[in-house]
């Protein structure tokens, strides 16, 4: 009896707090979708029958159709808020930047130390390591890099030259394992002949456990990271997080034992191991976390942009003539692919821009209100703790910013078609103070693999990819569901 007395009360007061919570947006005069026990606006987010950025489009265009600038959302009993206007969307990410100037996302220094990266980090924390981190990406540094980015790329084109078909996604993987391996690590990976070594395996592993995993740890972690804290949760698996920490260890002491200097990642990040300034100075801890964000970053991202750019040349082979054009006009100009070289071919940038619109690496970027906020020209407010979703996927595909959003059109980019719209609607790679600091990096990655592909090969759908693809819903990064396959034929 008194068992069944405690699970009645137990439910009631559970009841009662999710009735309480369910009242948060209409307490702060926020529009807002009426929730449901227990899992709030959304439907059971473990089910992940749908890409998340379909789903929040969805959310998006219903209520902007309706002419709110915003609607409050709820994540089981906790509130979440979506900016529509671009306005709210510029003023939270830059002009009211104080209020929200960090992530939400979950980072513990001791009990899962690869975690406390530049990403995670909050706060004082995350601006001292910011400051520390800014001058590792200047175009004086990547300029220094750029040799090695030519020589994986000379790589990629003879992989592919034995590949026919080719599955995009897999062998640009290849390419940007080998770029951050040597770039960061200053490791010679070699993964197109040895697909199975131990740095590509340990690519993967990270994809598949970190990225696409989704625990009941994870889920607490993105809830309450507070609890997530608490509990000392790990989301890092311990053999990931022991390769890393000892790659770093081996590679710094190597170095410095063999008075070692390279122009790489890891050579910038030894320097300020080693700095006189305590401001400046980084720990093994520190240098291993963010060679590892720098990693998963570089690898997943960059080759799943390549990858989806290579499917849209494919599918428009007039746009994949004309930047062939600029390509091999620009590099008889300099008689090399050089640096110089690359940052000329705008239409290049063009192309990336576009791909980059129509599947963006991140289709929500995470925020969190540190401070009561109110909303300008309104009396809705924002409570300290509300998390914040920008909704980058759907600004992108919205055809008020971008006419027929499903169509591939690098023009929208020109200098003059770019001014005329809103700086707030499209943001691949974030905007103000929290922009991802390897943009660049990333970007030249990218260019300098796609110019020495379509310098020797001229790309067409094969028969296994329509001209539709389907994201993987398990996904957060945007991935073709069933791979991208391409012919290659040499030019």
Known sequence: MLLLLVFIVSIVVVYVYFKWNFTYWKRRKVPFINPSI?????????????????????????????GWNHVGLYFFSSPSYLPIHPDYIRNIMSKHFRYFTDRGTYANEKGDPLSAHLFNLEGEKW????????????????????????????????????????????????????????????????????PDSEFRRYGKSVFTTVIKGQTLASAIAMVNPGLAQ????????????????????DTVSYRETNALNRRDFMQILIDLKNSK?????????????????????????????????????????????????????????????TYEAVTEMKYLSQVLDET???YPPAPLIPRVCVEDYQIPGSDATIGKGTRIYIPVFALHHDPEYFPNPEEFVPARFSDENSIQRHPYVYLPFGEGPRICIGARFG????????????????????????????FDPTNLIPTAKDGIWLNAREL
């Open 38 to 66: 227990p899992f709030g606006t959304a439907e059971n987010p473990f089910a992940r029958k749908e890409y998340i950025g379909h789903r929040i489009q969805k959310y998006y265009t219903n209520f902007k159709a309706k």
């Open 127 to 194: 601006g001292k390591l910011r400051k520390k981190l800014t001058p590792t990406f200047t175009s004086g540094k990547i300029k220094l890099m750029f040799p090695t980015l030519v020589r994986c790329s000379e790589t990629l084109v003879k992989a592919i030259g034995k590949s026919n078909p080719i599955e995009a996604k897999e062998l640009l993987g290849c390419f940007t394992t080998d770029v951050i391996g040597s770039c960061a690590f200053g490791v010679e990976c070699d993964s197109f002949a040895n």
């Open 230 to 249: 608490w509990l000392n949760i790990k989301l890092i698996p311990n053999h990931i997080t022991q390769f890393f920490m000892k790659l770093v260890h």
């Open 277 to 337: 300034s305590d401001d400046d100075r980084l720990s093994i801890e520190e240098m291993a976390a963010n060679t590892f964000v720098f990693f998963l970053a570089g690898f997943e991202t960059s080759s799943t942009t390549m990858a989806f750019c290579l499917y849209e040349l494919a599918k428009n082979p007039a746009i994949q003539d004309t930047l062939r054009q600029e390509i091999s006009a620009i590099v008889e100009k300099h008689q090399a692919v």
């Open 356 to 358: 980059l619109r129509k």
């Open 443 to 470: 970007l030249m990655q990218a260019k300098v693999g796609l110019i020495a592909l379509l310098r020797k090969f001229a790309f067409r759908l094969h028969e296994k990819t329509g001209s539709s693809l389907q």
